[in-house]
C-alpha cells in the first residue's frame, strides 16, 4: 500500500524550493514546503509525510540533524528521505547508516530526474507488504555467516541482526538469487531501483559501500568485478574495495 500524506519539500532558496514543489505539483502530487529543519521537524510532526526531499544545508539545524530527529520518532521513523546536496564528499555519510537517508541527488539536479527519483522510491517502499502476501513462500537464504530471512525482512550475519534499509536489503536479495553471475551497474539500477539503466552509477556504488560495511565478516561475498557491476559468490572472495 502507498504511503498517505504529503511530499515534504524542506530547502531554504525559494527558487529551488519553488521549483520542486511545482514540478511535484504538475506531477499530481500533494506537497507541504519547509525553509527551515525546525519547520520541516514540526510540520512532519503534525502531518506525517509520504516522503521528505531534504536539503543538507539549512540555517539553523541542519539536514542531517533533521533526518536523525524524523529517524528518532515512531510517526517519521519510516518516512524515506532524498537528501539534496551540492558536496560531493558528503553523499557516502550522508546517505550512509548513521544518518538514514534512502537517496541522494546533487545539485544542480534536474526536476526530471528529481521526479524518478521520488517515483522510485516511493515504489520501494511497496515492497515488503508485497513480499508479505499471505501464502507466499517465507524462505531463508543462507550462505556461511550470512542468514536472510526473505518473509520477514530480517538479515543476520553471525546470529546478530544487522539493520538494513529496504534498498539494502533489495540489492542484497538480487545479488543473492542471481549468486556466481555477474549483475552490472545498469541491470541493478533497473531491478532495485527502477531507474534507467546507464544514469546514476554511482548510486549503486554508493549504496553497495554501506552495505558491505553493515555486512561486516559477511562482506567479503560481494565481489567487484573491475568495470562491470558486481557478483555475489558462496565463497568468501578478497575485497579489492
Ligand atoms: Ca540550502
Known sequence: MERKGPILVVEDEDDIRNLIVHQLQREGLTTRAASTGLEALEIARHTPPA???LDLMLPGLPGTEVCRRLRAEPETRDVPIIILSARGEEIDRV????????????KPFSPRELVLRVRAVMRRGKAPAAAAEPGAPSGSLEVGALVVDEGAHRVFVKGEEISLTATEFKLLLTLMRRSGRVQS???????????????????????????????????????????????????LVADEG
Open 95 to 106: 546517505v550512509g547508516f548513521e544518518v538514514g537517508a534512502d537517496d541522494y541527488v546533487t
Open 51 to 53: 516522503l521528505v526531499i
Open 185 to 235: 551497474r545498469s541491470q541493478l539500477l533497473q531491478d532495485v531501483w527502477d531507474l534507467p539503466p546507464d544514469m546514476y552509477t554511482r548510486t549503486v556504488d554508493t549504496h553497495m559501500k554501506r552495505l558491505r560495511e553493515k555486512l561486516g565478516d559477511a562482506a567479503g561475498h560481494i565481489e567487484t568485478v573491475r568495470g562491470v557491476g558486481y557478483r555475489f559468490s558462496r565463497e
